[in-house]
């Protein structure tokens, strides 16, 4: 599939877009490692901010103190979530499961 070609104003603002969301989701991450948000908070943010809910729920859960990449990946391998899973596309039983856990 070849990407569209794009006038530079049309470049610029996708560029600023992406900038934007990864501040966001940078923002989020720093809050939940200095425990400032809970995860609860973050997973009801993501209904409202599209950069959150487009997040992966494994960089999400890295992000969280104490947690890691091997412990984020069994943690997801035991609630039955995708390794590729995005914030937005959980279940309400798996939320259940991650806010039971993490709080």
């Known amino acids: ?27 989020v991450k720093a809050a ?13 943010l993501a209904d ?3 950069a ?9 859960l890295e992000s969280l103190p ?3 990449a091997n412990t984020a990946a069994h943690l997801m391998e035991e609630v039955r979530i ?4 995005r914030v937005r596309g959980l279940g309400p039983v798996q939320r259940e499961e991650l806010v039971r856990r993490f709080g």
């Open 52 to 60: 959150i809910a487009k997040m992966k729920v494994q960089a999400l």
């Open 32 to 44: 939940l490692k200095s425990r400032s948000m809970s995860l609860s908070e973050a997973l009801a």
């Open 48 to 50: 409202t901010d599209e």
């Open 82 to 85: 995708a390794p590729s899973r």
């Open 66 to 68: 104490r947690v890691g």
């Open 1 to 27: 599939m070849a990407l569209p070609d794009l006038t530079p104003e049309q470049r610029a603002a996708a560029l600023e877009k992406a900038t934007v969301a990864r501040r966001r989701r940078a923002e």
